[in-house]
């Protein structure tokens, strides 16, 4: 079956510096890829999305390339803020007509001042 | 336009009471979904509803009932709850299959 396999954290970076966070993915057929960030105390929300291979989804200076040859997904940022303290979730789309949805277990990011 | 909204926001109950969990969405989606979030263990998908009029279970729906009462509206719903329920809950709807999802709050739910 489909599944999400993300780095598990906690990551804790210092402001500025380079974020990579890791993604890879099951699948078959094609599916959409998602990244949703929950900041403290808050419900998911979408951050980027890409819905065929080599699509770069970007937001927020965030991106992520749908890489098919890899079945990877990774989270990419430039120059972290402490604002981006959250926990990132890869997820993907079902190609089954299910209308299911797969999620990794979650990345937490802690930027320090 | 208030998205996905969740009531209650915080709930404690006794082993063995029942409760339901209200989700309602104002964007006109056909999907919705409930999950579960646990420490370590990302969301879990509890049941979902592709469509008005249709339920499916998820990856952990033993313990739980839902209805789909409107296009609007998807609750949950725990019988006898158990502390292994103690969770955060979420609501979450789509367009369709291949669409992000939008989250409501969560519902905290402590069982003791």
């Known amino acids: 079956g489909n599944s999400v396999t993300q780095m598990e954290g906690p990551v804790t970076l210092s402001e500025e510096a380079f974020l990579t966070i890791n993604c890879t993915y099951t699948?078959?057929?094609?599916?959409?890829l998602f990244w949703y960030v929950q900041y403290p105390g808050e419900g998911l929300q979408l951050l980027l999305k890409a819905t065929k291979a080599d699509d770069k989804g970007s937001n927020k200076g965030f991106e992520a390339t749908y890489r098919k040859e890899t079945t990877s997904f990774h989270l990419e940022k430039g120059s972290v803020q402490v604002s981006d303290s959250a926990v990132y979730f890869c997820?993907?789309?079902?190609?089954?007509?299910?209308?299911?949805?797969?999620f990794g277990t979650g990345t937490r990011l802690k930027v320090l001042a | 336009n208030a998205g996905v909204t969740q009531t209650p926001k915080f709930q404690v109950l006794k082993t063995g009471q029942s409760m339901t969990l209200q989700c309602a969405q104002d964007?006109?989606?056909?999907?919705m979904y409930w999950y579960r979030q646990d420490p370590g263990m990302g969301l879990r998908l509890i049941y979902y509803?592709?469509?008005?009029?249709?339920?499916d279970k998820g990856e952990v729906p033993n313990g739980y009932n839902v209805s789909r009462l409107n296009k609007r509206e998807f609750s949950l719903r725990l019988e006898s709850a158990a502390p292994s329920q103690t969770s955060v809950y979420f609501c979450?709807?789509?367009?369709?299959?291949?669409?992000?999802?939008?989250f409501g709050p969560g519902t905290r739910l402590t069982v003791t």
């Open positions: 509803s592709a469509s008005e009029g249709t339920t």
């Open positions: 979450a709807s789509t367009v369709a299959g291949d669409y992000e999802q939008y």
């Open positions: 997820a993907l789309s079902s190609t089954s007509g299910t209308y299911k949805y797969i």
């Open positions: 964007m006109n989606h056909n999907s």
């Open positions: 699948a078959t057929g094609y599916p959409s």
